[in-house]
């Protein structure tokens, strides 16, 4: 009997291995890894059905497997990495990254053929704040290029799981809920294999979070300036912890630690003169992706700077109005992380990576679900690699959005039929003794 009930995560484990080998010679072919990551993800669903019956080794022992594998892989779906790789060798070769766009001519001693020709929006300084550019600076220190970089993520990553085991430890979950997200294909796809940062900035949220309900404030306030340091987002749970704990604005040196780690992370860069938020100002006025909120406020008032208004309005709404319930911290954190997945005019699929550790706690099945379908962005790159036109499918969000929608509505209504079930049994179980 122990054998059947773990035998199912195990052998999920190895599907899910096999699936992603396969994607290390066929990930580049869109159509081929959608099929192979559907593989993969319905292994994955099976395993988190299962995963309260899986041993602790098997579930990290697996973990770490599947981020090797996709480690040694060269990037598939995304050249981010190497521009990443691009302001590692900047700041070795002294320069500091937020000073020049890799076209300018101070730079073309620092181009080669293998790196430089794969940057994306080569004309715009980069955009990655001061924690990243440390972690780039490291990452090319070890390697010369995109592996160390990779190795450094993959490794955040795993200590975000540690974290979130300790985290899960701590309210009295259980530990192989951990599965979640360490064996979940989407995090495994874009941090070790396509190698996006996202992994910087979740370790040193989780790290903010664990030590904020231990009681060592202090650190966590450090470490959540760090998270912002890796990437920008991480600032709206600031004001959901200040208010967790109570905090007053006469309390202004606990108040002011988090800003201040940012400031001081930015100084080193900023004595130059040069414009510290790079290319953040384009990337906020004109860029936009695969989300249904901002397209329908597209629709409705014709003006993409307007749509951006009322999105931020929402956004800053939504945090506002979680702030003054004063949730506990956890349920914070995963309602504004899931607000930010819904109302950001660009959602990348690896952005879904903020919400994927608070899964772990709240195992909400169509946020699961959504989480996996949101690859089908990917879709983009067959028309762009083919004819180098970038042009969304609108079926795409018909099937990420309305799958959430349609199992959101369906975990709804099983409760209330389960509710009422039990209620049905209860009564009649009354009715009986009363008689």
């Known amino acids: ?18 699936s992603f080998v396969a994607m290390l010679a066929w990930g580049r072919q869109v159509p081929v890894f959608f099929v192979l990551f559907g593989i993969a993800s319905i292994a994955y669903l099976i395993a988190v059905w299962r995963c309260e019956c899986a041993p602790m080794a098997v579930i990290v022992i697996a973990g770490v497997a599947f ?13 981010d990495i190497y521009r990443y790789v691009w302001d590692g060798r900047v700041q070795w070769a002294g320069v500091n990254p937020y000073r020049f766009a890799p076209v300018a001519p101070e730079l073309a ?10 940057i994306n929006h080569p004309e715009l300084p980069t955009i990655y704040p001061p924690g990243a550019q440390v972690a780039f600076w490291v990452g090319y220190g070890i390697s010369g290029g995109i592996l160390g970089i990779k190795a450094l993520l993959v490794c955040a990553d795993l200590i975000a799981g540690w974290l979130l085991v300790r985290l899960l430890r701590h309210f009295n979950h259980r530990a192989q809920w951990v599965l979640i997200y360490l064996w979940h294909p989407l995090v495994v796809l874009e941090i070790a294999g396509n190698g996006h940062l996202e992994s910087l900035g979740i370790v040193a949220l989780l790290a903010a979070l664990y030590f904020f309900v231990k009681g060592r404030d202090g650190i966590a306030l450090i470490a959540l300036g760090g998270a912002v340091l890796a990437k920008f987002f991480p600032v709206v749970f600031l004001p959901g912890f200040a208010r967790w704990k109570g905090w007053r604005p006469t309390n202004w040196p606990a108040l002011l630690i988090a800003p201040g780690v940012v400031l001081l992370g930015y100084l080193p860069f900023a004595w130059t003169g040069a414009p510290v938020f790079g290319s953040l100002g384009t990337y906020a006025q004109h860029w936009s992706f695969n989300s249904a909120a901002f397209d329908v406020l597209i629709l409705l008032c014709g003006d993409g700077q307007i749509a951006r208004g009322i999105i931020a309005a929402l956004f800053l709404g939504v945090v506002l109005f979680l702030v003054y319930r004063r949730l506990p911290i956890l349920h914070f954190a995963y309602l504004t992380a899931a607000a930010f997945v819904l109302l950001t005019p660009t959602l990348h699929a690896w952005y879904v990576a903020w919400l994927i550790p608070f899964l772990v706690f709240f195992r909400h099945p169509a946020w699961i679900v959504f989480s996996l379908l ?9 028309q762009y690699r083919a004819v180098g036109v970038w042009e969304e499918a609108p079926w795409v969000q018909w099937v ?18 389960l509710t009422k079930i039990r209620h049905f049994f209860k009564l009649n179980r009354s009715m009986r003794r009363s008689a």
Not at 2 to 17: A, D, E
Not at 67 to 79: Q, T, V
């Open 400 to 417: 990420e959005f309305g799958g959430l929608a349609l199992v959101g509505t369906w975990h709804l209504k099983r409760r209330e039929i």
């Open 374 to 382: 949101v690859v089908l962005s990917y879709h983009v790159l067959i």
């Open 109 to 118: 001693h620092l181009r080669d053929a293998r790196i430089f020709p794969k």
């Open 1 to 18: 009997m122990f054998r059947q009930r773990w035998i199912v995560p195990l052998l999920m484990g190895v599907i899910m291995t096999g």
């Open 67 to 79: 981020r090797l594998i996709a480690l040694f892989a060269a990037p598939a779906l995304s050249d």
